[in-house]
């Protein structure tokens, strides 16, 4: 079945600086998506990104299908963007199996 | 929008006990799917639907496990004789049909000791 390697696994960050997180897949996907799970345990939507670029306020993502890998931007972070992030992607034949990725724990110190 | 409600938020019991989880999808979203999160394994899909009929279930891990959705409205992920291995957070998710976007609940902690 398809691979999802996220990097790095942890990341620590001084409030205000900006951050990249990749994403990497082994074959096509018809579906990717970022989401943030917020020390509460919430899983929260961040992107339907299985191509091209979109940007939400401080976030930004881009996937670029053919070279299989999507990132997502963070920039000026704060300390409630704090958490761990997982880009999840169906590549099963457009069923809607989402497979995950071990995700990145983000830590922002103010 | 309400978003995907599960019930409870939080369950505790014996080993050999049955448990019953709940989950109410989105209004008008075709597709429902059960995840399993872990510290060993992470988030993993247990089963989907769509339009109420289970189209994947080979993610369940074993007999002891079933789910069902009586209507499009409502699925019930069940798990008898509990152990205490099926300790973890079950997350139900849905979406408007295949490959579109997923949006989960918050999620049920499940204690089994």
């Known amino acids: 079945g398809i691979q999802v390697e996220q990097s790095p696994p942890d990341l620590i960050l001084q409030e205000g600086a900006n951050s990249t997180l990749r994403c990497n897949f082994s074959?096509?996907?018809?579906?990717l998506q970022w989401f943030h799970q917020n020390p509460w345990g919430q899983l929260i939507n961040l992107f339907y990104?299985?191509?091209g670029t979109k940007q939400n306020g401080r976030l930004s993502a881009t996937t670029v299908a053919t070279e299989r890998y999507s990132l997502l931007y963070i920039s000026s972070s704060q300390t409630t963007d704090s958490g761990v992030y997982f880009c999840?992607?169906?590549?099963?034949?457009?069923?809607?199996?989402?497979?995950f990725g071990q995700g990145t724990t983000l830590q922002v110190k103010p | 929008d309400a978003g995907v409600i599960q019930s409870p938020r939080h369950e505790v019991t014996e080993m050999g006990q049955e448990v019953t989880l709940r989950c109410k999808p989105i209004?008008?979203?075709?597709?429902l799917f059960w995840y399993r999160q872990t510290m060993m394994r992470g988030l993993e899909l247990l089963i989907y639907?769509?339009?109420?009929?289970?189209?994947?279930d080979s993610g369940m891990p074993e007999d002891r496990f079933s789910a069902k959705m009586p209507n499009a409205s409502f699925s019930t992920l069940k798990i008898q004789p509990s152990e205490p291995r099926d300790s973890a957070v079950y997350f139900c998710?849905?979406?408007?049909?295949?490959?579109?976007?997923?949006?989960f609940g918050p999620g049920t902690r499940l204690t089994v000791t």
């Open positions: 998710a849905s979406s408007p049909g295949y490959s579109y976007e997923q949006y």
């Open positions: 074959d096509s996907v018809n579906n």
């Open positions: 990104i299985p191509s």
């Open positions: 999840a992607v169906d590549g099963s034949g457009n069923t809607g199996k989402l497979i």
């Open positions: 209004s008008g979203h075709n597709s």
């Open positions: 639907f769509n339009n109420n009929v289970p189209i994947d």
